[in-house]
């Protein structure tokens, strides 16, 4: 089957998960032959024009698919899609059917709509909302969400059916030493190294940026060759085995989660992180809440660890257990990787979307 043109739109040119997806995509669907380009709301690296969201219908071709991944104004955005456009939606948070806020945590929204007054301040969220959902039915969009949770939470609030799709990345044929990747940042081979990692870095507030610290330090008080990257702020900074890095290259990052020996991930809120594809990808087991579609990647035990959300205390002692034993983090590691590669490629995303694409 011929497919027509796809349009993707996100709302950044570069940078952020929602743009690596969409891009990867396009890269997938281009190999075989689709015409497929990426539209956007904020240039980054100039190598674009960005539109504004009420500009994007006059950028579809006709007859072509447009597939939204992110916005920054989604009213606007899904008002200029023309009725009968075939639309793609995937949602790679929870804004769509909310006032405004990504993921509503501790928010007492209901299926009726949200909180008022909206306890996040989100001016007008419940009339945002209603134009948002609004829109859903105007243009009867198929609906995509790379995880079960998110799925179930979308089928809810927009009474639609919800394919799911869970993320994929390039997955490397075999694993880099260890011993290679440390040799790169002059890492002790004995060292013990531990990985938090997120854009914001310390600020990023769903990731427990703020909680970073006070975790090395309980993780320091009983490992005295524990050393730890934070990576993905606004500095570089060094206080004595706690190492900042401000945002890195993903070629970078992933040599340093081969040199490490677990990913410390206290999120309190996610989807289907990219980051943990990453650190699998790696071979690196990865330590993290039990929230959202983490559960879908993690295999408790197997290829990381799983923590009821918001224990801190216990998040620093499964951290510990794993950072203490090698025997575990190789274990893990190699599972991760197999695993991860098996469900989690690239190729099977793109596989997927083709079908879903052909449906239309």
């Not at 219908?57 to 597939?67: K, N, S, W």
Request: charged share 20%; with cysteine.
């Amino acid at each position: 089957m011929r497919l027509p043109p796809i349009v993707h739109h996100t709302g950044l040119e570069s940078s952020g998960g929602a743009t690596r997806v969409a891009q990867l995509l396009i890269d997938g669907l281009e190999l075989g032959g689709v015409d497929a380009h990426l539209t956007f709301e904020l240039a980054e690296q100039s190598e674009g024009e960005a539109i504004s969201p009420e500009d994007l219908g006059a950028h579809i071709p006709r007859g072509g698919i447009v597939h939204v991944h992110c916005t920054g104004d989604w009213p606007t955005l899904l008002g200029s899609i023309p009725t009968g456009v075939k639309t793609v939606i995937t949602l790679h948070d929870c804004e769509l059917f909310t006032g405004g806020c990504p993921y509503p945590l501790g928010c007492p929204m209901s299926e009726s709509g949200c909180a008022d007054p909206c306890p996040r301040n989100f001016p007008d969220a419940n009339a945002v909302r209603k134009r948002k959902l609004a829109e859903i039915a105007r243009l009867e969009p198929v609906l995509a969400a790379p995880s079960r949770w998110l799925a179930r939470l979308a089928k809810t609030h927009l009474l639609r059916p919800v394919k799911i799709i869970p993320n994929g990345i390039p997955w490397p044929m075999e694993r880099i030493g260890k011993a290679e990747a440390r040799k790169m940042f002059g890492i002790h081979p004995g060292a013990r190294v531990a990985l938090f990692a997120a854009h914001g870095g310390m600020n990023a507030a769903y990731k427990s940026g703020d909680a970073w610290k006070e975790i090395w330090e309980r993780l320091k008080a009983d490992m005295p060759d524990l050393v730890c990257f934070a990576v993905g702020g606004d500095r570089e900074e060094r206080r004595d085995d706690f190492i900042l890095w401000p945002y890195v290259d993903r070629g970078k990052l992933f040599m340093l989660m081969a040199a490490s020996d677990a990913l410390l991930y206290p999120t309190r809120a996610d989807n289907h992180s990219l980051v943990v594809l990453e650190a699998m990808a790696a071979g690196l087991p990865v330590v993290a809440y039990a929230v959202g579609g983490i559960p879908e990647q993690i295999v408790d035990r197997m290829t990381g660890m799983l923590v009821p959300p918001g224990d801190i205390g216990q998040f620093v002692e499964t951290s510990r257990s794993v950072l203490s034993s090698r025997s575990m983090v190789r274990q893990m590691g190699q599972e991760a990787f197999l695993s991860g590669g098996r469900k989690f490629a690239v190729e099977r995303m793109v596989g997927d979307y083709l079908r879903l694409y052909g449906s239309l």
